[in-house]
């Protein structure tokens, strides 16, 4: 096991500087603290060795490794001799941005479609009166649907796909 003494000051910046950057988009500290301390591992780590080493609890890691499985990020390997869950970071950056991209922001873009056309059914209703909010509400309406064109044509751009792939 490592403790956290004994990770390079180096590499225990960088874990840090990670953990930062995934918490400012959201995705919360540990993932990118965890996916570094991987990253920077010569050697498969379990449960234990990234509680250990970054101080958190053995459920916080499950959770965090499992969001990051979700994303190809990291990848469950076997270790002789030893029943425990064993995982190793993937260095295919690329993937692993179109997969976090495509789950997080994807699904919250297919529950604000629903959204809007939920809106939009109960629109009928509210130009029925006649009190003149309609119009604004449907081009209100509208332009968030455009904006969520454009938005899936940044992850159907080529440039974009090139890079991430």
């Known amino acids: 096991m490592t403790s956290p003494e ?12 990670a953990g930062n950057m ?15 301390y991987m990253y920077f591992s010569s050697i498969p780590r379990n449960l234990a060795d990234m509680r250990d080493a970054l101080g958190i609890s053995k459920g916080c890691a499950s959770t965090a490794v499992r969001q990051l499985e979700q994303w190809g990020a990291v990848k469950k390997v076997w270790v002789k001799g030893d029943r425990k869950d064993y995982y190793e970071a993937c260095d295919w950056f690329g993937r692993i941005l179109k997969n976090a991209i495509v789950d997080t922001f994807g699904k919250r873009m297919s529950s604000y479609t629903s959204l809007l056309d939920e809106i939009e059914d109960d629109l009928v209703t509210l130009e029925g009166h006649g ?8 081009q209100r309406i509208d332009n968030l649907k455009q904006f969520q064109q454009k938005t899936r044509g ?12």
């Open 154 to 165: 940044i992850l159907e751009n080529p440039i974009i796909r090139e890079i991430i792939k």
């Open 22 to 36: 995934t918490q400012s988009f959201g995705f919360g500290r540990v993932v990118g603290q965890l996916f570094a």
């Open 6 to 17: 004994s990770i390079n000051p180096i590499i225990q910046h960088f874990i840090e500087d």
């Open 131 to 138: 009190d003149g909010d309609g119009a604004f509400i449907r």
